[in-house]
């Protein structure tokens, strides 16, 4: 069977997996409202009226500040947030263990799936990550609105999409690269010198004050300068095209090779992993509560995916904060997305850490709420923890001390935040559980199409909360964020109340535990 043959069987096979019509109709809902979004911003970009922006209506830090005027060439902004997409596109493949899968490997051991399928495969589900998505959406409003001409928005979104999918195709490939290259133990050692050496470059050139000077050379602005050219219907753009198209081809037969590379090379976990050393003796817990939080924590630290994904959260957010310098009425937005990030590791279907174990666990004899508030305890200390990273990493950056009004919008938006994702995570992973290992490097805690409503359903609760709190950051009084804080903490109390109740059901806690355990 060819590749894309396989491709399709398995998107099948995914889609009749979905059983529930409610969920299918969510799914097809879902797409369709991300795809007319997409279109409406991109074509309501081009119909706002193009002013001029000065360093004081640009708030992302003085390289933004060059002005855009009416003739219709691309704001300041636009190649930054193309290196921002280029690094996400990079990152998330990492995080993920090379590329998504749409069906578990576990599942498709036994069957001849060629390596360019999973590939296409992990490229088909990439817009399924929100930031991807988010990102698109930026990008294609930033250029609807600031690429003018009679061949806009059309050829320069045109343009710029063949970017997006080159470097999507590119951080597939650097993906795929890392992952053979992290099978031995100097090839890990050396993961890690690169990812110090590019921290200290990123805090030397913010230190030192370099980063405009180096954003102005970013080879993104040839993407720019090419889309607008494509706008003017100017034959100077389809060199750019060629060489976007050339890139793509070429970093589509380097994931392939990387892929087959990386699959294939043996390595020496056996011998240099974590099921190999040696495991120290923990005392007693002095409590079922204290046994069974120590038990989750440790199954979070060793799960392959999920440390990467908490490393990917603590890092990638610190260094866009310090390349941006952002002000706190923009850092108040932070820790909300941040969090419901977070959330997405493993909260949304949290019982499935205990695996296998959870039909032990429920026949010990204890209160059946200890093991929901050890859960409950575990996803608070991941969200709050990269929430609290995050916003200490901006502010070092902000360049100014936050005053009350500030610090307490932004303080307690992020506490609002946390426990409306951890309300929200402890509620699914009752009332919808999944049986999910999370063990092999591209493992999740529910399958894609259900991620990807997940996300949405996150994004959905926390993005409103944090455009709230980002504007009391001008506000009169502290007292209107602290109030908005605390209906949000009565919200998320009065849905771990409803999910108590859902759990102390014997039959509702028995479904839960036999689909965690054997699916």
Not at 71 to 92: C, I, N, S
Not at 401 to 422: F, H, K, N, R
Not at 494 to 513: I, K, P
């Amino acid at each position: 069977m060819r590749s894309k043959s396989q491709v399709l069987a398995l998107v099948a096979l995914r889609w009749s997996m979905v059983r529930s019509p409610g969920v299918r109709a969510g799914l097809l809902a879902a797409v369709s409202v991300a795809v007319g979004t997409l279109v409406a911003l991109a074509l309501a970009g081009s119909s706002v009226p193009l002013g001029r922006a000065t360093v004081a209506d640009v708030s992302a830090g003085d390289f933004l500040g060059r002005a855009v005027d009416r003739t219709g060439e691309v704001g300041a902004l636009l190649p930054p947030v193309l290196l921002a997409f280029l690094a996400l596109a990079v990152v998330a493949p990492v995080a993920a263990g090379g590329g998504y899968d749409l069906v578990p490997d576990s599942q498709l051991v036994a069957y001849p799936v060629r390596v360019r399928t999973l590939v296409r495969g992990s490229l088909l589900l990439s817009p399924l990550n929100v930031a991807w998505y988010v990102q698109v959406l930026v990008i294609a409003l930033a250029t609807s609105y600031a690429v003018r001409g009679p061949g806009a928005p059309y050829l320069s979104l045109g343009l710029v999409a063949a970017y997006l999918l080159a470097a999507t195709v590119v951080g597939q490939a650097l993906g795929w690269l890392l992952v053979g290259v992290r099978r031995t133990r100097r090839g890990r050692a050396s993961t890690w010198v690169l990812l110090a050496l590019v921290l200290a470059l990123v805090g030397w050139t913010v230190v030192t004050d370099r980063m405009a000077g180096v954003l102005e050379t970013l080879p993104t602005s040839a993407v720019v300068s090419a889309a607008q050219d494509a706008a003017r219907l100017d034959p100077r753009s389809l060199p750019a095209v060629l060489v976007l198209g050339l890139v793509t081809v070429l970093a589509y037969l380097g994931a392939v090779r990387a892929a087959d590379w990386a699959l294939r090379r043996p390595g020496d976990l056996g011998i240099d992993g974590p099921a190999a050393r040696p495991v120290r003796r923990r005392a007693t817990a002095a409590t079922p509560y204290r046994a069974l939080l120590e038990v989750d924590r440790a199954s979070v630290w060793r799960s392959q995916p999920l440390r990467r994904g908490i490393l990917v959260l603590a890092v990638l957010p610190v260094v866009a904060a310090l390349v941006a310098g952002l002000p706190w009425s923009s850092i108040a937005l932070l820790g909300p997305l941040v969090a419901s990030g977070a959330a997405l590791l493993f909260g949304v279907n949290a019982l499935s850490l205990d695996g296998s174990g959870a039909v032990w666990i429920a026949s010990l004899p204890q209160d059946p709420l200890v093991v929901l508030r050890s859960k409950a305890r575990v996803v608070t200390e991941v969200v709050a923890g990269s929430v609290v990273v995050v916003l200490v990493g901006a502010g070092l950056r902000s360049g100014s001390w936050p005053d009350l009004q500030q610090a307490t919008s932004v303080v307690a938006g992020s506490v609002a935040c946390t426990a409306l994702v951890v309300a929200t995570c402890l509620r699914l992973s009752v009332v919808r559980p999944h049986r999910a290992d999370l063990r092999g490097p591209r493992d999740t805690p529910a399958p894609p199409g259900t991620m990807a409503l997940y996300s949405i359903r996150l994004a959905l609760l926390t993005t409103p909360v944090a455009l709230v709190f980002a504007v009391l950051t001008v506000g009169p009084t502290p007292a209107a964020p602290v109030l908005g804080a605390a209906l949000c903490l009565a919200w998320a109390r009065w849905s771990w109340r409803g999910t108590r109740r859902r759990w102390l059901d014997a039959d509702t806690r028995a479904r839960v535990v036999s689909t965690v355990a054997a699916g």
